[in-house]
């Protein structure tokens, strides 16, 4: 595989080379069955293997302990903005949400479809640039939950460390960060990440949850719509993305090869931070985030002229240097160096913005 650039999309983003060829090598036939792996029936053995390679993957790496479920669900993150509060928010209760961009705001308003929604903290009148200090976070000690996104795909911030909810179960949106680092999974009641990014293909969610948490859904609720259905059938109620959990299990085969999430920790810390000393370098970059909920994940900055942000972009393209683009909501550069995004191309970034700085700066 010559012909790769460095992607630095947002996702779906990179995934490992290594997982593409072995997805390549069992085309059009998995060893031993004659089929690939998108002939396969979902109630097969081949896929009851793979579908527990996946999950003992993630228990794996997230040290789950028993009273935890692995569930594979369709949807995207986006359904979960709204499946967390049905299956977790009463009539009567209220929800704490702390808005740290637009898919925590998001989170929030589809919350307010079925319940009380109390905003903890939001950092929106500093556009986002920050997550809040647990100082900030102004809690309902009687909450169902309390909702945080805990790497700000759009902004470049991430969560240092997952604030204490003092009891109340805590609900991630770790679409951008999941497994990126190790996760201390007895302080959240629910996490959910779309795969997308640091798990595999788009098609699958996962949400990892506490067992405690699956009975409080009203009864009313559509069969779909209820994680109990996934934890009963585990996650075969009806035909599952099976293509995406494949790869899942691949992917999440690869970091524990690698070493698990302090390694993954360790090089991404060592990613991000050779991007942000460039950044922090000259005036000609400027980190867009606040140094203190900098994120490790999506490296965000911009340069001194919308038009100079523009030629960036494109020059980088021509180098190799692909997706850098900011969202269109913030503009400027987001450099998105998830798990399987190697250092070199963080290398190839760092001497690329050395040279642009050289001829336009
Ligand atoms: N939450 C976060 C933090 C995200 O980054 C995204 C997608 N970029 C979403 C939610 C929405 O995910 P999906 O498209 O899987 O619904």
């Known amino acids: 595989m010559t012909d790769r650039v460095f992607n630095f999309g947002a996702g779906p983003a990179v995934l490992p080379v290594v997982v593409l060829e072995q997805i390549r090598e069992h085309f059009p036939s998995l060893p031993g069955l004659g089929m690939s792996v998108l002939e ?45 509060p049905m299956n977790l928010l009463p009539k009567q209760g209220v929800a704490d949400y702390v808005i740290t961009g637009s898919w925590a705001k998001k989170a929030a308003e589809e919350a307010r479809k079925f319940g009380l929604v109390r905003v903890a903290a939001t950092t929106e009148s500093e556009n986002y640039v920050r997550v809040p200090g647990a100082a ?88 779909l719509m209820r994680y109990e259905t996934y934890v009963n059938s585990r996650s075969l109620h009806n035909t599952p993305p099976v293509f995406a959990v ?11 090869e690698q070493g698990g999430l ?5 090089r991404n810390k060592r990613k991000a931070a050779k991007l942000y000393a460039h950044i922090d370098r000259t005036d000609f970059y400027r980190g867009t985030s606040h140094p203190a909920s ?8 911009r340069l001194p002229t ?56």
């Open 262 to 266: 302090e390694e993954m920790a360790s």
């Open 306 to 361: 919308a038009d100079l942000d523009a030629q960036f972009v494109s020059s980088a393209a021509d180098n190799g240097l692909v997706g850098l683009k900011g969202h269109r909501s913030v503009g400027g550069q987001r450099a998105s160096i998830y798990n399987a995004f190697p250092e070199d191309g963080v290398n190839a970034l760092v001497d690329f913005m050395g040279e642009f700085e050289r001829t336009n700066g």
């Open 246 to 256: 494949y790869v899942l299990s691949l992917v999440t085969s690869w970091i524990r």
């Open 40 to 84: 396969i029936s979902h109630r097969s053995k081949a896929f009851a293997d793979i579908l527990s390679a996946a999950e003992m993957n993630v228990r794996e790496l997230a040290e789950l302990p028993a009273n935890y479920h692995v569930l594979f669900l369709q949807g995207g993150a986006t359904q979960q903005f709204a499946m967390v």
């Open 136 to 223: 900030e976070l102004n809690q309902d000690a009687d909450a169902a939950y309390m909702h945080i996104t805990s790497n700000n795909t759009i902004y470049g911030t991430q969560w240092p460390s997952m604030p204490n909810t003092n009891g109340v179960p805590l609900v991630v949106d770790a679409s951008s960060d999941i497994f990126s680092r190790p996760l201390y999974v007895t302080n959240h009641g629910l996490i959910y990440a779309g795969a997308q990014k640091n798990l595999g293909p788009a098609g699958v969610t996962l949400v990892v949850m506490k067992d405690e948490l699956v009975a409080r859904a009203p009864l009313s609720l559509p069969t």
């Open 294 to 301: 900098r994120s490790d994940m999506n490296v965000t900055f």
